[in-house]
């Protein structure tokens, strides 16, 4: 771990929990973390031992990073922090019976509560554990109205974002499947846009005796000079790509050139 590059802290809070200050950021890798230090300070057991049992259990060690601290100039001091989705399990592994007596009843309520209010401080602007807080926001006063009031525009403003972001994925999906279709048809083709392999047959064939009597007449090969005109009256590059309801059109087209030369039946 030490050879890692310390995270740099996005928003950084001190964050109150039943009277103990608990520095807790959250680092450009999106996560939240908290600093070890202060939690063993406030539960009075001994950070160096706890940081070497956290370094030792394969997945509180994935969490466990150097955060740098904006609180000294330049951010220039690292502190070791601990994402808070893995605090649950640290605070799980030391025993009551590990502490003091005065310090169980606060060990307790760090297990039960300390992530889940470290994590609110960065959702919702909660920057305390007190549990009248809740009581306060029950009132009817101007501050708590206040307050519900810029948590709901919070969380409407998050809805939007997310629902945009659910927006921006479908329509690039629609967008993807469209453009996978164009390929595909134009790979494959299109049956219901282009001639069949059968009427591109008919219509080649019309072409060929076309140009077969234009060249007894001129004496040159007309094979090229039918085939221009037919792509230049229809607006495309290959017989093969006539719009299937063209067909007809074209076929009246070619019988009554070739009718036009030498008064034959029709094709």
């Known amino acids: 771990m030490g050879d890692e590059k310390a995270l740099?802290?996005?928003?950084?809070?001190?964050?109150?929990?039943?009277?103990?200050?608990?520095?807790?950021?959250?680092?450009?890798?999106?996560?939240?973390y908290v600093s070890v230090a202060q939690m063993c300070g406030a539960l009075g057991i001994d950070?160096?031992?706890?940081?070497?049992?956290?370094?030792?259990?394969?997945?509180?060690?994935?969490?466990?990073?150097?955060?740098?601290?904006?609180?000294?100039?330049?951010?220039?001091?690292?502190?070791?922090?601990?994402?808070?989705d893995a605090v649950p399990l640290w605070?799980?592994?030391?025993?009551?019976?590990?502490?003091?007596?005065?310090?169980?009843?606060?060990?307790?309520?760090?297990q039960r509560e300390a992530a889940k209010v470290l994590w609110e401080a960065f959702q919702e602007g909660r920057l305390t554990a007190d549990p009248a807080f809740s009581d306060l926001l029950e009132s009817d006063s101007p501050a708590a109205q206040a307050y519900k009031m810029a948590r709901a525009m919070m969380e409407l403003a998050r809805n939007q974002l997310l629902l945009e972001s659910r927006l921006d994925t479908q329509d690039t999906r629609l967008d993807d499947h469209e453009r996978r279709l164009e390929e595909v048809e134009a790979t494959l083709g299109d049956s219901a846009r282009h001639v069949t392999p059968d009427q591109a047959s008919q219509i080649s064939q019309a072409v060929k005796t076309v140009a077969m009597k234009l060249s007894r007449k001129s004496g040159r090969n007309e094979y090229g000079g039918v085939y221009g005109e037919l792509y230049r009256k229809f607006g495309i590059t290959s017989y093969k790509q006539l719009p299937a309801a063209k067909f007809d059109e074209a076929i009246s087209w070619l019988n009554e050139w070739r009718e036009s030369i030498e008064g034959d039946v029709p094709f």
């Open 91 to 110: 605070l799980s592994g030391i025993r009551t019976s590990a502490v003091s007596e005065d310090i169980r009843p606060k060990l307790e309520r760090f």
């Open 8 to 32: 740099v802290p996005i928003e950084q809070k001190s964050v109150e929990f039943y009277g103990d200050e608990l520095m807790a950021a959250r680092a450009d890798d999106g996560h939240v």
């Open 47 to 84: 950070t160096q031992a706890q940081t070497r049992r956290i370094r030792r259990h394969l997945i509180l060690a994935d969490g466990f990073r150097g955060v740098a601290n904006l609180a000294t100039p330049g951010g220039r001091q690292t502190a070791y922090m601990l994402r808070v």
